[in-house]
């Protein structure tokens, strides 16, 4: 089955930090990568996602590129922002109908003034 | 598109009540519902996979006579806690996934129903 392990945190910055949160997985298959984002009391929402090799997703100045050789799906950000301070989960998901997801343990990242 | 909805958002009960959760797809047909459960600070724990017309799939640990899953049409399912106790408070959250070689095959999520059981 899948696996994935997720940088640990928490992850304190200061505003205007470089920020790398690493996830490596291990999937059967080729699955399609995912970072979601849980803001304090809310639910997940879609950060960024890479479908193939070499693919960068992006969002909100957050890039992760698909790194089939080393099973990798690292999250960067130039610079946060306090606004940033939030939970993310690394996800690979399984391609068609088959398969379920499995998520990393969650980084807490919080970024200060 | 591909817009999940959870009802209620939050609800607050008494021990030994039964409370359902409904898991909507707004625009799109899901042929495939998860649903999971945070407890405060950890990760996503996936309870079940239910696909349309047919029976949940539980995972292992999850009793399904506890936790009811009805997945009746392609864009609803719902969720049921029977009996429920203080250890079942959590957030609960659904997943939706769309038919294979269309742009909803992946999942989208709703955005959670936080349980309290008083």
């Known amino acids: 089955g899948n696996s994935v392990t997720q940088m640990e945190g928490p992850v304190t910055l200061s505003e205007e930090a470089f920020l790398t949160i690493n996830c490596t997985y291990t999937?059967?298959?080729?699955?399609?990568l995912f970072w979601y984002v849980q803001y304090p009391g809310e639910g997940l929402q879609l950060l960024l996602k890479a479908t193939k090799a070499d693919d960068k997703g992006s969002n909100k100045g957050f890039e992760a590129t698909y790194r089939k050789e080393t099973t990798s799906f690292h999250l960067e950000k130039g610079s946060v922002q306090v606004s940033d301070s939030a939970v993310y989960f690394c996800a690979p998901h399984p391609r068609g109908n088959a398969g379920k997801s499995t998520f990393g343990d969650g980084t807490t990242l919080t970024v200060k003034p | 598109g591909a817009v999940v909805s959870q009802h209620p958002s939050w609800v607050i009960c008494k021990s030994g009540t039964s409370v359902k959760i409904e898991c909507r797809s707004l625009?799109?047909?899901?042929?495939?519902m998860f649903w999971y459960r945070q407890f405060p600070k950890q990760s996503l724990m996936l309870m079940a996979t239910s696909n349309e017309g047919s029976k949940a799939t539980y995972e292992q640990g999850v009793e399904k006579d506890k936790f009811l899953i009805n997945h009746a049409s392609l864009t609803l399912s719902t969720l049921t806690v029977t009996s429920a106790h203080p250890e079942d408070s959590s957030f609960y959250i659904c997943?939706?996934?769309?038919?294979?070689?269309?742009?909803?095959?992946?999942?989208?999520f709703g955005p959670g129903t936080r349980l309290t059981v008083l």
């Open positions: 625009d799109f047909q899901a042929t495939t």
């Open positions: 999937a059967t298959g080729y699955p399609s």
């Open positions: 997943s939706a996934r769309g038919l294979a070689a269309t742009r909803y095959n992946e999942q989208f």
